[in-house]
Nanobody
Framework: QVQLVESGGGLVQPGGSLRLSCAAS????????MGWYRQGPGKQRELVATITSDGVTNYADSVKGRFTVSRDNAKNTVYLQMNSLKPEDTAVYYCSAYNAGIGNNWGQGTQVTVSS
């Protein structure tokens, strides 16, 4: 099992940027596909972005072109760069480490609030 700790959330104005980090307690290469999910007020948890061990990325349509997911396998860390933030991006953001034989490991989440 791997423990995940998110950081970097906070309050930002519309159009602003934040960079989230997810630090893993052990090596994530090549075992895990890493991802970011979010859950807004009154909404279901939804996929934001994923990145495979070799760097292949996938994004939700709602964030494509604004968010960038990356991973530093040597540091056991995954990042989510969020630009051009909108109020609808307000949510708790969760880091995930997925392996088909293990399932999902989840972090505790970090709050992102986009408001003027």
């Amino acid at each position: 099992q791997v423990q995940l700790v998110e950081s970097g959330g906070g309050l930002v104005q519309p159009g602003g940027s934040l960079r989230l980090s997810c630090a893993a307690s052990r090596s994530i290469f090549p075992t895990y596909r890493m991802g970011w999910y979010r859950q807004g007020p009154g909404k279901q948890r939804e996929l934001v972005a994923t990145i495979t061990s070799d760097g292949v990325t996938n994004y939700a349509d709602s964030v494509k072109g604004r968010f960038t997911v990356s991973r530093d396998n040597a540091k056991n860390t995954v990042y989510l760069q969020m630009n051009s933030l909108k109020p609808e991006d307000t949510a708790v953001y969760y880091c995930s480490a997925y392996n088909a034989g293990i399932g999902n490991n989840w972090g505790q989440g970090t709050q992102v609030t986009v408001s003027s």
